[in-house]
């Protein structure tokens, strides 16, 4: 059988239906519960697989870092790593 996407590298999604039902009960979501279904739907699709790192630059006032790496590593733990973990908690709260 003859495949239009076959070879293209091309991912076809499937369509889907959406009945004047269920969008009449969505009507009033809150922004909160759309952002927690998401990331719960992440969780149990994704797991705690980990995406590829992305670089960024941000300023940060010296005596904070300092103060933040010394602090990591009476933690035995890595200031990246730490950062990283903070950002995870506050996401997940």
């Known amino acids: 059988m003859w495949w239009p996407y076959k ?10 239906y959406i009945s004047s039902e269920y969008l009449k009960n969505t009507k009033g979501v809150k922004p ?8 719960d739907f992440r969780k149990l699709h994704y797991g705690k697989k980990t995406t590829p790192s ?11 870092l300092n103060t933040f790496k010394k602090k990591s590593e009476i933690e035995n733990i890595g200031y990246q790593a730490k950062i990283k973990k903070l950002m995870r908690d506050w996401v997940d709260s």
């Open 32 to 39: 909160e519960q759309v952002i927690r279904f998401l990331e």
């Open 54 to 64: 992305k670089l960024i630059s941000i300023r940060v006032p010296q005596n904070l």
């Open 7 to 16: 070879g293209s590298g091309m991912k076809i999604k499937g369509v889907q």
